[in-house]
């Protein structure tokens, strides 16, 4: 019985560990989401299309469409 019960508590300590984990990691995320915005938006402006593959991912993500649906106008809207 005692094992049972440390193994309950040792479920509850993970659980609860992974809670603060996904709580701290979701604030540094929100953090980087916005970096890479940023950070993308200046390599759209300052490059011409068709762009990196980095770049052609983020563009896609934000449309919804597969890259090669995307017109450069598209692009250009999203970026301002």
Do not use: C
């Not at 709580?23 to 390599?43: S, Y």
């Not at 919804?64 to 017109?71: A, M, N, Y």
């Amino acid at each position: 019985m005692a094992e049972r019960m440390s193994t309950r508590v040792r479920y509850d300590r993970i659980r609860d560990n992974h809670a603060i984990s996904r709580t701290k990691n979701g604030h540094l995320k929100r953090k980087e989401r916005a970096n890479r915005e940023e950070r993308m938006i200046g390599l759209i402006k300052a490059g011409k299309f068709p762009y990196t593959p980095a770049i052609q991912s983020w563009v896609s993500t934000q449309i919804g469409l597969p890259f090669t649906q995307v017109t450069e106008e598209q692009v250009k809207a999203l970026v301002k």
